[in-house]
Structure formats: C-alpha cells, structure tokens
Antibody, heavy 122, light 106 residues
C-alpha cells in the first residue's frame, strides 16, 4: 500500500517561499500509471487544486497560482515537492499531496498524505 | 476554469435516511466526475470515479450517477460513520476543480 507524507516548515513569513516535500513509500514516483498532485485547504473551507507533475516531468498548474508555483520530481529520493513564492496570509492552509491514478481513461486522486498545516505570518 | 457547484452546502439527516447530493459543472464534462468523503481532521478519501464507479472498498450504499453537467451522489441508508463533508471534483480539464463541499450532519 503506497503512503504519502508531507514535510516542511509550519510557519513561513510573508513574501517568502513556501517549500514542501512529499515522500512516497510503498511505490515509485517513476511509475507511468500515476501523476503527483498538490491540493490545499484553508481552515473551514473547501479544497483547492494547486497542480500536478507527471512521471516524465510535465506539469500543470492552477491558473490562479501559476505565476508563483513550481512542482518538481526527485526520482532518486522518491519525492516530489511544492514551491510557492511570494506568500501572503491568504496562502495559510493545510497542504495535501496526493497520487493521481488513471482508472482506464479517468483520473482520480486515490491516495493522499495526512496533510500539513502551513501558517503565513510574520 | 470549469466551475463545479454543489448543493446543498449542508444537510441534516437521520440514520437510515436516503441522502442525495448534487454537483453541477459549468460546462459539459461527460462523466469525468469524482466524489470524495472528508472526515474532520482527515484527508479526503476517494469514493467514486467516472461519475458512477465505486472505488474498491467503498460500501455499496454509496452510488453516483449523471453525465454532461449534472451529477448526484446518493447514500442509500445513512450510517453514523457517514457524518462527513463530501466533495465533487471534475477531471475533464485542468485545473481539476472541486465543488465547495456538502456537510452531512447526522
């Protein structure tokens, strides 16, 4: 059973860069059957899709965050990462990493990390 | 972006009730629609993909239907462990947007 675990600072200052890592165990980030995704959820609110990376390195980002987001893959460490630059208080949220799986031609997020809370505050 | 709108935003129901949640997409998405359940303090859990296919291990009291722009999630007989928030997500085109959620209170 694959497991995902987010890690990174719980507190980031405004205007700085938020950096998180998702470590995958029990499976390989190099598998062509999957893609790797970041989602966030402000307290008491809904889910926001941030972006994804394919095993061959291609990426898709939410247009609302595209100018500030970078998602990368490190196959040697079986990890993928999220960098979000120029953060403000509006970026305070629980950040989830998740595995996207192809069920035939349909895509869904079938495995999730437990989430990590990131506060943006001076 | 494709917008996905859920209704209602919350509902109260009793154990044994039949519960229906609706998700509407702002443009046709065929059957590229997923449903997730999220319990308090936990990550979401995939219930249904391709609008109507039950994920492995999900109880059969959950079902999904719909195509095009209108979709439903039905819980045939609500159980105490179904107290949660439910989200739809379109996987037709990026960004794969989520609905705003429906909170089910027992």
């Amino acid at each position: 059973q694959v497991q995902l675990q987010e890690s990174g600072p719980g507190l980031v200052k405004p205007s700085q860069t938020l950096s998180l890592i998702c470590t995958v165990s029990g499976g390989s980030v190099s598998s062509g059957h999957y893609y790797w995704t970041w989602i966030r959820q402000p307290a008491g609110r809904g889910l926001e899709w941030i972006g994804r990376i394919y095993t061959r390195g291609g990426t898709d980002y939410s247009p609302s965050l595209k100018s500030r987001v970078t998602i990368s893959l490190d196959t040697s460490k079986n990890q993928f990462s999220l960098n979000l630059s120029s953060v403000t208080a509006a970026d305070t949220a629980v950040y989830y990493c998740a595995r996207g799986r192809y069920f035939g031609g349909w895509l869904a997020l079938d495995q999730w990390g437990q989430g990590t809370l990131v506060n943006v505050s001076s | 972006d494709i917008q996905t709108t859920q209704s209602p935003s919350s509902l109260s129901a009793s154990v044994g009730d039949r519960v229906t949640i609706t998700c509407r997409a702002s443009q046709t998405i065929s059957n590229y629609l997923n449903w997730y359940q999220q319990k308090v303090g936990k990550a979401p859990n995939l219930l249904i993909y391709a609008a109507s296919t039950l994920q492995s291990g999900v109880p059969s009291r959950f079902s999904g239907s719909g195509s095009g722009t209108d979709f439903t999630l039905t819980i045939s007989s609500l159980q105490p462990e179904d107290f949660a928030t439910y989200y739809c997500q379109q996987s037709y085109s990026t960004p794969y947007t989520f609905g705003q959620g429906t909170k089910v209170e027992i």
